[in-house]
């Protein structure tokens, strides 16, 4: 079993930074992509950024320029910086990740139970 632990949520003014959290547990041999993902009121669960374990990113279009992730690898751990932050940055961010369990013959898809972020106006 493997288990992906948010943090860093909160209630944030416009304009204002938060940096988020996610660390993984478990039966882990490695981890290949992590990410977060975000879902508002009344829309579907989005891509925001991914980041492979060689550390490269991919970030949807609204988000690029103020958002920043990052991974430290020894510590199964992602991380999601962001600035500039703006009432419709306001969502539950999931945390993803595709990880290979021990003993185990595919990777698998984990998911965190989500943390919310409201960024009033």
């Known amino acids: 079993q493997v288990q992906l632990v948010e943090s860093g949520g909160g209630l944030v003014q416009a304009g204002g930074s938060l940096r988020l959290s996610c660390a993984a547990s478990g039966s882990i041999s490695s981890i290949n992509a992590m990410g977060w993902y975000r879902q508002a009121p009344g829309k579907q669960r989005e891509l925001v950024a991914t980041i492979t374990s060689g550390g490269s990113t991919i970030y949807t279009d609204s988000v690029k320029g103020r958002f920043t992730i990052s991974r430290d690898n020894a510590k199964n751990t992602v991380y999601l910086q962001m600035n500039s932050l703006k009432p419709e940055d306001t969502a539950v961010y999931y945390c993803?990740?595709?990880?290979?369990?021990?003993?185990?013959?595919?990777?698998?898809?984990?998911w965190g139970k989500g943390t919310l972020i409201t960024v009033s106006s």
């Open positions: 993803n990740a595709d990880v290979v369990v021990l003993n185990h013959p595919n990777d698998l898809e984990y």
